[in-house]
């Protein structure tokens, strides 16, 4: 069946370096994406989206790469910093009636 | 700021009990959700509502019904609840906006059934 998920569990990085978040999804009709993050006791929040007819979107501190060939997608993140220690979901949007599946999250920490 | 609250933050519940979460939206959006979220599993959509009145199944809504009497609330219910539905439970909202997909979500119930 179709679904949406991601490479690995857990990514462990440093201050100060940059993070790359990874997912795969396989359902070739999706036509948006959207990555969310989720801090602790709290509930997901939208951190940028891209459409099926690009290949990146940068946001602040933040990039989103599509490689539609391998059905891939990537959250970059710019000089990690505490703040963005926290479960990041990928979601893709398919339909008129724009239902999300969401991928299980990776937990991303941050070492000071 | 837009909000989505849910009722309760917190639940404990005996098996067979009948359970209500609630969730209210403040921004007039057409559209609302109600996801499960369990370790592993990620956010699974239980219901969703696009209209008052309106309801249509999710991926896994054994086990659960919903409510939808005003546009700004949606309700989850639980009509005899079982340990297997412990879980975090999630609602969100989002405007009427044809293939766009960001979710506006509370944040969350955690329900122990004992």
């Known amino acids: 069946g179709e679904s949406v998920g991601l490479h690995l569990p857990t990514l462990s990085v440093q201050e100060g370096d940059n993070s790359i978040i990874n997912c795969a999804y396989s359902?070739?009709?999706?036509?948006?994406f959207i990555w969310y993050k989720q801090e602790s006791g709290k509930g997901p929040q939208f951190i940028i989206d891209?459409?099926?007819?690009?290949d990146k979107r940068q946001g602040q501190r933040v990039t989103v790469l599509l490689n539609k060939t391998v059905k891939h997608l990537s959250l970059q993140i710019a000089a990690t910093q505490p703040g963005d220690s926290a479960v990041y979901f990928c979601?893709?949007?398919?339909?008129?009636?724009?239902?999300?599946?969401f991928g299980k999250g990776i937990t991303l920490s941050v070492r000071p | 700021d837009v909000k989505v609250t849910q009722s309760s933050r917190y639940l404990v519940k005996r098996t067979g009990e009948k359970v209500f979460l609630e969730c209210v939206q403040d921004?007039?959006?057409?559209?609302m959700f109600w996801y499960r979220q369990d370790p592993g599993l990620g956010l699974r959509l239980i219901y969703f509502?696009?209209?008052?009145?309106?309801?249509e199944k999710g991926d896994i809504p054994e086990g659960y019904s919903v409510s939808r009497e005003k546009k700004e609330r949606f309700s989850l219910i639980l009509e005899s609840a079982s340990t297997n539905q412990t879980s975090m439970y999630l609602c969100?909202?989002?405007?009427?906006?044809?293939?766009?997909?960001?979710?506006?979500f509370g944040e969350g119930s955690r329900l122990t059934v004992l």
């Open positions: 921004m007039d959006h057409e559209n």
């Open positions: 509502s696009y209209d008052v009145k309106m309801k």
């Open positions: 891209i459409r099926s007819n690009m």
């Open positions: 359902n070739s009709a999706s036509d948006y």
């Open positions: 979601a893709e949007v398919t339909g008129a009636n724009s239902k999300l599946t």
């Open positions: 969100a909202s989002s405007p009427w906006r044809a293939g766009t997909g960001e979710l506006f």
